[in-house]
């Protein structure tokens, strides 16, 4: 409405300069000031140069909302991160899977007044699995990505092996850990696919016993297509706990040293979930850290609400 308006209020001003102006033409002719091809010839000039600028006007809007996106864009282009996903910086030791929050505070960037996570004390040793429980809001999955390092913690430190998570190369960090999350993502390829993704030159047996220790083969063989059948857009062809079955066999396919599950096994039944963390018995040196709102469904060593 207010652009229309703008543009009713020009047009209107332009005519009323014409009229003013051919008038006042007309009295300079009359005067025999000027010739009237000069008058005639001043007003076109006149004209042109103001249709020009109502031209111009209509889009100026849209100029000053482009340029203000440039800006963010540009501006966030050449921000750097503070966590550098690809920096080649750090030590790319050999990782055992510890993990230790010491004397961790936590704020996320947005709400520095608000901490999340307040004096944290943890030690997980190597191959244990423990549980965190509680209600939402209480700092279980900012646990979560502080072990994946998505952020770094306020105050104190978040160690891996006695290793300080900051002096570590993020991608090796990265590589020894797994995640599965209550909305796994699965993308639109085959079932062998989705399991084997960032898995260099997997073997059909090895994609085949990462679904078994899923609970995920016999569903998958009764398929018509079996693992090649293509999965859909973010899975839209599977049940919730296929999916996140699938995700599990993802997961675990990449032997990883530390194995995070939030809130993992909240859409399967009772024995799909009993069977798919049987895994834990085999792979002895694997930490697994489980996030849920209920006890029952931390099969744990540890627990912490």
């Not at 001003?13 to 009359?30: E, H, K, P, R």
């Not at 100026?60 to 800006?71: D, G, H, N």
């Not at 694997?286 to 627990?303: G, M, S, V």
């Amino acid at each position: 409405v207010i652009q229309s308006l703008t543009y009713s209020l020009s047009v209107s001003f332009v005519c009323v300069n014409f009229s003013i102006a051919y008038l006042y033409g007309i009295w300079l002719v009359g005067q025999k000031i000027c010739s009237p091809y000069t008058v005639f010839q001043v007003i076109e000039s006149l004209n042109t140069a103001s249709m020009s600028i109502i031209a111009f006007a209509t889009y100026f809007p849209e100029y000053v909302r482009a340029r203000l996106s440039a800006s963010l864009l540009f501006q966030m282009l050449n921000e750097k991160p503070k966590i550098d996903s690809m920096s080649t910086l750090g030590k790319p030791t050999a990782l055992q899977g510890a993990i230790q929050f010491h004397e961790l505070f936590f704020s996320y960037p947005n709400s520095k007044k608000n901490m999340v996570l307040k004096g944290v004390n943890i030690k997980v040793p190597a191959g244990k699995t423990v549980a965190f429980v509680g209600p939402s809001g209480c700092g279980k999955s900012t646990s979560i990505q502080l072990i994946e390092r998505f952020y770094d913690p306020s105050i104190g430190k978040l160690l891996f092996d006695e290793e300080d998570a900051r002096d570590l190369n993020i991608r090796h960090l990265r590589s020894h850990i797994s995640l599965v999350g209550q909305e796994p993502t699965l993308f639109n390829y085959s079932i062998r696919d989705n399991i084997a993704y960032g898995i260099e030159n997997p073997t059909t047996e090895l994609v085949e016993e990462a679904a078994r220790l899923a609970n995920a083969h016999d569903f998958i063989t009764k398929l018509p297509q079996g693992y090649d059948t293509v999965v859909g857009e973010k899975g839209g062809m599977l049940s919730g706990g296929q999916k996140q079955r699938i995700a599990i066999a993802r997961a675990v396919i990449r032997n990883p040293k530390i194995l995070l599950l939030d809130e993992a096994t909240s859409a399967l039944d009772t024995e799909s979930e009993k069977v798919c963390l049987l895994f834990r018995h085999k792979f002895i040196p694997l930490i697994k850290l489980i996030l849920t709102h209920t006890p029952p469904q931390a099969h744990n060593q540890r627990l912490f609400r």
